[in-house]
């Protein structure tokens, strides 16, 4: 039986990042416990727990990428299989929240998915949701348990506040990550400019103009997720035009639909930097501009201080070192 500062734990990893479930359950210093994730012949998920979860605290990790539908169904019956067998509280760790750009209705008569995901999350049992860099901060609302919305930025931030880059910049990729650039900009005590850009439909990007000074610097665009990368490849172009010396990305969620690792490779993009919220296919990890940061120790600390009945809210910051 695992226990942290006098509590009954349980970690559970389903099929999505085993990866980085491994990386936490060492950070917090406990073994992840045991479940069989398997599939019949028709597609349908079975789960089998294999030791005692009554009266313990159990966390649960699944990232929502691709194949979306399959790691969310996973997730709904293991929830379903903890409430069943009496844990305690069910948490989930979510490092990246599928469906979170269907947040609003944009035209008529369409659904609001990352709603209905929080429904049905809720209904199945969960007690809490750990998420990272929610696509938009709205969908905190869309839940009645407790949700932790968690920043990737002070390891971002720390990450190139050591590579030492002299006439800084930073870029949001449109008016709506304005938020987000102006933190990573005054962790690095760097300017920021926006790339005005238009989506006539999803996955494709017309970038207009650029509101600021790029011409001489090292531009970071900064972003929560890249997909297709054809946005990015777009605002690289630009900005390239514009005079910049050499440009960076980082962002937290690494979804790099195809072809986008073609397009960064062929791109004049110095690094893309990024988190393992999404395990990555090996061809993707040896792509040399790809640079994955670990969020292990995040959402590690993340659960000792709820074990603890500790705020999270420091976890959120970037505190530079003196």
Do not use: W
């Amino acid at each position: 039986m695992a226990t942290v500062h006098g509590k009954k734990i349980k970690l559970f990893s389903l099929s999505s990042n085993q990866e980085l479930a491994k990386e936490i359950a060492d950070y917090v210093g406990i073994p992840l416990s045991e479940c069989k994730v398997q599939r019949f012949a028709d597609g349908e998920v079975s789960i089998n727990i294999d030791e005692t979860v009554r009266g313990h605290q159990v966390f649960v990790v699944q990232s929502t990428n691709k194949p979306v539908n399959d790691n969310y169904f996973e997730l709904l019956i293991m929830i379903d299989a903890l409430k069943r067998a009496s844990a305690k509280t069910i948490n989930v760790i979510m490092p990246y929240y599928g469906y979170s750009r269907q947040d609003r209705k944009a035209a008529a008569r369409q659904p609001i998915s990352a709603k209905l995901i929080a429904d049905l999350l809720q209904a199945a049992g969960a007690h809490r949701v750990l998420c990272i860099d929610l696509h938009a901060d709205q969908i905190q609302g869309f839940f009645n348990i407790p949700i932790d919305n968690f920043r990737a930025l002070p390891i971002l931030a720390k990450y190139f506040v050591e590579k030492n880059l002299e006439d800084v910049v930073v870029i949001s990729p449109d008016h709506g990550g304005t938020t987000r650039a102006r933190r990573l900009a005054e962790a690095l005590e760097a300017p920021m400019a926006i790339i005005d850009k238009r989506r006539p439909r999803p996955n494709v990007a017309q970038v207009m103009n650029v509101i600021g000074e790029v011409e001489g610097k090292n531009a970071i665009i900064i972003d929560d997720m890249v997909d297709t990368a054809g946005t990015l490849v777009a605002a690289v172009e630009m900005l390239k035009a514009k005079g910049a010396k050499d440009i960076y990305c980082c962002c937290t969620h690494p979804i790099l639909s195809d072809p986008a690792i073609e397009r960064i490779t062929n791109s004049v993009l110095k690094e893309l930097v990024t988190t393992n919220t999404l395990q990555l296919e090996d061809y993707k990890k040896k792509c040399g501009k790809v640079v994955q940061l670990s969020v292990a120790s995040l959402i590690g600390q993340g659960i000792l201080n709820i074990v603890d009945d500790v705020s999270v809210s420091n976890l959120f910051e970037y505190i530079k070192e003196e």
